[in-house]
Structures are given as structure tokens and as C-alpha cells.
């Protein structure tokens, strides 16, 4: 595979999703839920390992492609010397079954086709057993079953061993010409269910999108950039629970061949606060529940037994393992499935948790007595345990520390605490919830700020920085014109930064804070995150310039990954990243409101305030 990580584009029925490339190929897609085993697996590979090809015979990469507006239907696009042809990709919203549709449009002159249909499933081990029904095609292996419908006059011919078990068929389209192709998907020990008809798919799927996106209050000078990301975000959204994946991928390395691969198609605490916020900033109250609601599930019982992260269900076992018949995006491996981190203690995420619950109940999303008596027993345990050695936000596998990250986001846990009683009635113990948070608070500023560099530092002791130590301004751990406030972001600004973008951490500092070998690149988040903080501190013109710099990183079709490479110009990380389009979202309703925002939820509340949507709720 020669293919850079920013030439797939997406599309997604709400509970998976399919990445398919510059040259019309599907190369990633898990079935039936995002984090099944893949049945085409050939970005983690090459084709053997399971790929759907469909486009102009002998041609490469396309001409152009887009999404059409306000969706998340691809279209892809060949000029050729002998004519014009498109081909549309859509998944749609799943009722009950999952479809894949591939639509193959004549524009001008006469096209010779190709498709090349090679279906492996557990992550291209598995060869299915494929038999005929009438035109269609049944492919089955274990649990899983797939049927391709396609038109009359295609005729998929398959070739056997010597030929790697693919699927073949050339057609030639014309000007006005239509040739649909179906994939479905269902439990091999069911039988398959009538396939969509395309056009009506396309139909119904367009009007979806444009109907679900023209709910967004965001009127800002980036409308097309926030409502692309609010789209992605929107399709790597599990429907049934309201969880929302980190990735629709594993293993795309943060450093081409190395070994930092892992597997994002779960969903972290980390980003409950940041969801909520962009969520609820731009109208979509009805997801903000959803998420909310799958929080409190998440993280009901033992608040001991928190975790980081958690199934799309909210399940806590993701044991991690490696696949060795895959070598990984141009040969990174391991190629990991599950992830380990699961099993980390990260003290911050029992903040993250409490403040957005706060957010949710600020935004008028919250009025429960249960949820509450939860948040409560939250802090308790909290309490006893701010001071724990942990492993950081960003999960590092070495020795446990005391993160400064992780205290500030204690804090914020007990003062949402504090205000939610002061200000919203609540009942607690808000002395004793009170005396907690200036501990940690003195402590924090006794022990994670170094006064001879004018910074905080990543954790206590520490000689390296941390880009999360920008959230410290906008959590309001410190107001924004704090002189050490103003000193971590220009530290952070100076120390971590390639090419003006930011690096989450050096991996270098304090003899290799995260215990793993080789780098990474820019972290994309961190750099909407100094957005943020250069417009808290009063540098607008500065924020502004980053901001639209970072909109120029995002592919043709306006999505980001985890990380972008100065030196190479390419995306690396899992792809699309709702962290990354978090952030973009976040980041524009900030500069769009043009005051500087008190702490995580001002520059929200704020938009918030105009929204009718919330209106009717709060």
C-alpha cells in the first residue's frame, strides 16, 4: 500500500463506517459495529488482506472528490481522455442492517470499468466461502455473513487460489448510466434481509444528513469547516448507546514504523467535557443527552472502578492483543485490537467526569437525583485519592507520576461540586468539598510550578512540559491573566513546538516520560487547545491565525487525524479523530463569541444562551 493516511474519506451508517481511498478502493470497514473484526482490512496491509476496488479500468487516483453539501455522501470523480464517470459511496442510517452503497454514475463519453471484490473477514484471515443467488453474491465465514447485489449486467467472475479468491467484473458506462453495487451484512445464522434499493438509499441518506445538520445553531465565519466536523462527529457516533468512538481505526501509527499504534475505536472520559461542550454549543441537545446519558452508565458502581475508557456500550474488559498476520500501515506494527490502557489509573478523568455533568446540568441537560447521589460518590473516593501517582492523561507506560494535569482536574471535579451547591441548591458536604479544593489547589501551585521558568510543568519535579497545562486557564484553575498562566503558554508555545505546532509532550524529556520507544508528531488537539489559550490570554489576531492554519492541515474532504507531521506534510494517528474535530469545534465557538472566556463552560454558556434548543429545556 502506498496510500497516506489523509487520502481516505469516510462515510458511516451511525454505528460503523468505511474509509475508502483516492482511487475508489474500500480499505477499512468493520462489521457490524466499529469495533468488529474488519472484513476489509487493507489499510493495515494490502489488498490481500481484504479490499473493494471500483473505479475506471487502468486509472489511478481520482480528478477530484467531495462530500455533497451537508452530508456525509462521497462522491469521487475521474476526467479520462475517453469521458467522465463518478462513483457514490453512502452508507445508510441503520434500521437493521448494515449497507454498503456504491453507485456508478455516467457523466460524459463511454467509461470501461473495473471492480475488484476481495471480502476477508477477522481482519483479512479469514477467506469466506462464497456462493451465487441469482446475480447476487453470499459470502459466509463463522459468525459473519455478506451479500453484494449487483446490476444484471455486471458479472462479478470469481477467480480461485492461485488468483487469491477475488471477484471480478468490467462494464463500460455511458452518459445518463447507473450501475448500483449493494453490500449487506448480517449474522451468518440468519437469513439475509431484502437489500436497500440504492437510489432510494441515496435519497434517504441525503436527507438525513441535510435535515440533521441544518439543526445547528453555529452561524460563525467557519460554518463549513464547524458543520463538517460536527458531521464527523456525528458519524462516528454509536447510535443505539450514544457513545462516540475516538476512531473509526486501530493501529494507524503516531509515527510511521514505529511501534505507538493503537487501537482508538472506543470511547474515553478524556472527551466527555469537550463533547458536551460542542454538542450543546451548536444546538444538538438531543446528542448532548444521548452522550450524557451513556456517561452515567458508563461509570455507575464502585467509583473505585472508574475507568478511562470504555466500550461503546460501556464495556470495561478491551483486553489488548496483536494480529501478526497484518505488517501495519506501511509496515508500523504491531497491529494492536483492543486497548491496554483500559486497565490505567488516570486521576483526571474522575474531574473530566464531574465536570461535564456540571456543563450538562448548567445547559439545564441535568436535573437528577441519581445522577447526583453518583457525583457524590464520585468525590468521595476522589477525595481520598487526588494525591495517587498516576499515568497521565495521555497514558503513558511508564513510571506513574504526579501529573499536574490530573491534580487541576481534580480541582475542577470539587468545584463544580462546590458551585452546584452554592449555585444550583444541591445538597453536600460543600465545607468539606470546599477545604479539599484549596488543598489540592496550594498543592499544585506549591509543587507543579517551576518559578524560575515561569511555567507549570508536566508533573511534579518534572523538566518537561505538557500541552495539557494549557487547560489550566480555561478550567479556571487560575484566571487567564495570571503571570503563570501567561508564562505556561509561552513555555508550552516555545518548548513544544515544530514548525509552530505543538507537540503533546517531548517523549525525550525526564529520560522518556512515557516509557515507550521511538516519537511522534504535532498533536492536533493541543494545537486547537493554545488556540484557546492565546485568545483567553488576549492574543485574538494570534488564536485567529493559528486557528485557520489548522483548517488548511484537514484534508480535502475537511477531516483530521490524530497528528500531522511538519516534516512530511502527512497525517498520522487514527483517522477521522473526534478529539481533533472536537477541538476545531470547540476552538470556533470560541473565537466566534470574541470575549475571552471565564473557565471551560463560560464560552459555552454563552452560546448556549441563544440557543432555542436549550432554551426549551433548561
Not at 27 to 32: I, K, V
Not at 41 to 48: I, V
Request: charged share 25%.
Amino acid at each position: 500500500m502506498t496510500r497516506r493516511i489523509e487520502d481516505y474519506g469516510m462515510v458511516g451508517d451511525l454505528q460503523t463506517a468505511a474509509l475508502v481511498g483516492l482511487d475508489g478502493a474500500v480499505d477499512w470497514m468493520c462489521l457490524p459495529r466499529f469495533d468488529s473484526p474488519a472484513c476489509f482490512a487493507a489499510l493495515l496491509g494490502d489488498e490481500r488482506n481484504g479490499s473493494w476496488k471500483l473505479g475506471p479500468e487502468g486509472a489511478g487516483d481520482c480528478t477530484r472528490r467531495r462530500y455533497r453539501d451537508g452530508t456525509l455522501i462521497l462522491e469521487t470523480e475521474w476526467d479520462l481522455p475517453e469521458g467522465r464517470v463518478r462513483v457514490i459511496d453512502l452508507m445508510p442510517p441503520r434500521s437493521e442492517q448494515a449497507d454498503l452503497v456504491r453507485i456508478v454514475e455516467g457523466i460524459s463519453g463511454h467509461v470501461s470499468m473495473t471492480t475488484e471484490l476481495r471480502l476477508r473477514f477477522d481482519y483479512g484471515d479469514v477467506v469466506p466461502w462464497v456462493t451465487r443467488d441469482g446475480g447476487a453474491l453470499l459470502a459466509v465465514a463463522g459468525p459473519d455473513a455478506v451479500r453484494v447485489d449487483v446490476d444484471a449486467a455486471v458479472d462479478m467472475t470469481p477467480s480461485g487460489v492461485a488468483d487469491d479468491f477475488v471477484h471480478r467484473a468490467r462494464f463500460t458506462v455511458g452518459p445518463g448510466d447507473r450501475v448500483p453495487f449493494v453490500l449487506t451484512y448480517h449474522a451468518s445464522h440468519l437469513a439475509a434481509k431484502k437489500p436497500v434499493v440504492a437510489d432510494e438509499a441515496l435519497r434517504d441518506t441525503e436527507e438525513f444528513w441535510r435535515s440533521w445538520v441544518a439543526r445547528s445553531t453555529y452561524t460563525g465565519p467557519w460554518a463549513d469547516a464547524v458543520h463538517r466536523s460536527l458531521i464527523t462527529l456525528k458519524a462516528l457516533t454509536y447510535a443505539p448507546t450514544g457513545a462516540i468512538v475516538a476512531a473509526a481505526t486501530t493501529s494507524l501509527p503516531e509515527e510511521i514504523g514505529g511501534a505507538r499504534n493503537w487501537d482508538y475505536r472506543y470511547c474515553w472520559l478524556r472527551d466527555a467535557a469537550f463533547t458536551l461542550q460542542a454538542l450543546i454549543g451548536t444546538g444538538f441537545i438531543d446528542e448532548a443527552r444521548d452522550w450524557r446519558e451513556w456517561l452515567l452508565r458508563a461509570v455507575a458502581g464502585d467509583p473505585a472502578d472508574l475507568q478511562i475508557m470504555y466500550g461503546l456500550d460501556g464495556r470495561r474488559r478491551l483486553p489488548e492483543y496483536t494480529i501478526d498476520w497484518l505488517p501495519g500501515f506501511e509496515g508500523s506494527s504491531p497491529v494492536r485490537i483492543g486497548n491496554g490502557a483500559a486497565g490505567q489509573l488516570q486521576i483526571d478523568v474522575w474531574g473530566e467526569t464531574l465536570d461535564a455533568l456540571h456543563l450538562a446540568r448548567e445547559a439545564g441537560l441535568e436535573n437528577d437525583h441519581e445522577a447526583w447521589r453518583l457525583q457524590k460518590s464520585l468525590l468521595e473516593h476522589l477525595a481520598q485519592h487526588w494525591d495517587d501517582l498516576d499515568n497521565g492523561l495521555w497514558e503513558v507506560r511508564g513510571p506513574r507520576r504526579a501529573f499536574v494535569h490530573s491534580r487541576v482536574m481534580a480541582w475542577a471535579g470539587f468545584d463544580r461540586a462546590v458551585r452546584a451547591v452554592e449555585e444550583g441548591g444541591l445538597d453536600g458536604p460543600v465545607e468539606q468539598w470546599r477545604a479539599v479544593r484549596d488543598r489540592i489547589h496550594a498543592d499544585v501551585c506549591a509543587h507543579g510550578f517551576d518559578a524560575e521558568r515561569n511555567t507549570f510543568t508536566q508533573f511534579y519535579g518534572s523538566d518537561g512540559l505538557d500541552a495539557a497545562l494549557l487547560l489550566i486557564g480555561q478550567v479556571g484553575f487560575l484566571p487567564w491573566d495570571d503571570p503563570r498562566v501567561v508564562g505556561t503558554v509561552d513555555a508550552v508555545q516555545r518548548e513544544l513546538s515544530e514548525d509552530e505546532l505543538l507537540l503533546r509532550y517531548d517523549t525525550d524529556a525526564d529520560d522518556g516520560v512515557d516509557g515507550l520507544p521511538g516519537g511522534e508528531s504535532t498533536f492536533l488537539v493541543c494545537n486547537f487547545w493554545l488556540v484557546d489559550a492565546l485568545h483567553g490570554i488576549g492574543r485574538r489576531e494570534e488564536a485567529v491565525a493559528l486557528f485557520e492554519r489548522l483548517l488548511t492541515l484537514r484534508n480535502d474532504l475537511g477531516l483530521l487525524s490524530e497528528e500531522y507531521d511538519v516534516r512530511t506534510g502527512r497525517h498520522l494517528g487514527n483517522t477521522p479523530q473526534a478529539f481533533s474535530h472536537l477541538g476545531l469545534v470547540n476552538s470556533a465557538l470560541r473565537l466566534g463569541l470574541g470575549a475571552t472566556p471565564r473557565d471551560i463552560e463560560a464560552g459555552v454558556t454563552a452560546q448556549v444562551a441563544v440557543t432555542p434548543a436549550a432554551k426549551e429545556i433548561a
